[in-house]
T-cell receptor, first 112, second 110 residues
Framework: ETGVTQSPTHLIKTRGQQVTLRCSSQSGHNTVSWYQQALGQGPQFIFQYYREEENGRGNFPPRFSGLQFPNYSSELNVNALELDDSALYLC???????????FGPGTRLLVL | SQQGEEDPQALSIQEGENATMNCSYK?????LQWYRQNSGRGLVHLILIRSNEREKHSGRLRVTLDTSKKSSSLLITASRAADTASYFCAEDTSYGKLTFGQGTILTVHP
């Protein structure tokens, strides 16, 4: 167990809806990164948050947005859901500047 | 995306045998990391090798890095059924922003 928790574990939405996924980082970690993993693929970097600011973004459209809170927990919001958004969403926490990331168990999102 | 390639895509071996997985990447790296994933759950960090290192060991794991060929390999010695999982390499080109390969599915038969 890494100490990183995510909620919910599973979620079913329909096209066009909005979703919020949550992540609590490991104690002492101040950086949270989000990844999307489609079935049979490796995870793809969505963005990273540090000190409540976005600190780098992958190749994802603006309808993917995030927040980081003063306690370092984080949210991933996806608007106008598309079928291709169906995936496992992983968050990872770390201490800024350190190389190892600690992943949560993920939220599996199904868009119908 | 700029995902690297992993080879083989799937590997099936018997307990006690060694498993070797290869990873090629595309950019200059700070470090390269290997992760394990059981049945679509969260990723577990296995080992990190920095760009100025050529080989690293951790228990039954051995990782090599060849920056001239932009490739790395992960060797698991004396494999066990519990090693059955997907294994991913990840390039770290900007600290904390990982680019993962597509993974190797390892099956170890008892």
């Amino acid at each position: 167990e890494t100490g990183v928790t995510q909620s919910p574990t599973h979620l079913i939405k329909t096209r066009g809806q909005q979703v919020t996924l949550r992540c609590s980082s490991q104690s002492g970690h101040n950086t949270v990164s989000w990844y999307q993993q489609a079935l049979g693929q490796g995870p793809q970097f969505i963005f990273q948050y540090y000190r409540e600011e976005e600190n780098g973004r992958g190749n994802f459209p603006p309808r993917f947005s995030g927040l980081q809170f003063p306690n370092y927990s984080s949210e991933l919001n996806v608007n106008a859901l598309e079928l291709d958004d169906s995936a496992l969403y992983l968050c990872a926490s770390s201490l800024y500047g350190e190389e190892t990331q600690y992943f949560g168990p993920g939220t599996r999102l199904l868009v119908l | 995306s700029q995902q690297g390639e992993e080879d083989p895509q799937a590997l099936s071996i018997q307990e006690g045998e060694n498993a070797t997985m290869n990873c090629s990447y595309k950019t200059s790296i700070n470090n390269l990391q290997w992760y394990r994933q059981n049945s679509g759950r969260g990723l577990v960090h296995l080992i990190l090798i920095r760009s100025n290192e050529r080989e690293k060991h951790s228990g039954r794991l051995r990782v090599t890095l060849d920056t001239s060929k932009k490739s790395s390999s992960l060797l698991i010695t004396a494999s066990r059924a519990a090693d059955t999982a997907s294994y991913f390499c990840a390039e770290d080109t900007s600290y904390g922003k990982l680019t993962f390969g597509q993974g190797t599915i390892l099956t170890v038969h008892p």
